[in-house]
Nanobody, 120 residues
Framework: QVQLVESGGGLVQAGGSLRLSCAAS????????MGWFRQAPGKDREFVAR????????YYADSLKGRFTISRDDAKNTVYLQMNSLKPEDAAVYYC?????????????YGQGTQVTVSS
């Protein structure tokens, strides 16, 4: 059973920073990529960032470029999201995602989410 364990959410003032972490428990599969999504109340889940495991290539939602940085630790099978200059509109539940491959099959898993609250 794959588990994605997220941490690092919390309450921060506007302009502040938070660093989210997500560790994947599964090591028998190959990690293709990991990333982050977020969902604010009353809104659809939206893409935040993604990093491919083979080459570290990163992708961001256009609106978040320059403020958010995704990184990975191969040894720990962990992905991080550094969030700077946070705005009230960044408040949401942030979900970690992992694309894992076993043979010819690829699976996508999501974590339980971690709450980020930004006070104005």
């Amino acid at each position: 059973q794959v588990q994605l364990v997220e941490s690092g959410g919390g309450l921060v003032q506007a302009g502040g920073s938070l660093r989210l972490s997500c560790a994947a428990s599964e090591r028998t599969f190959s990690t293709v990529a990991m990333g982050w999504f977020r969902q604010a109340p009353g809104k659809d889940r939206e893409f935040v960032a993604r990093i491919t495991w083979s080459n570290g290539r990163t992708y961001y939602a256009d609106s978040l470029k320059g403020r958010f940085t995704i990184s990975r630790d191969d040894a720990k099978n962990t992905v991080y999201l550094q969030m700077n200059s946070l705005k009230p509109e960044d408040a949401a539940v942030y979900y970690c995602s992992a694309d894992l491959q076993s043979g010819q099959y690829q699976y996508t898993y999501y974590g339980q989410g971690t709450q980020v609250t930004v006070s104005s």
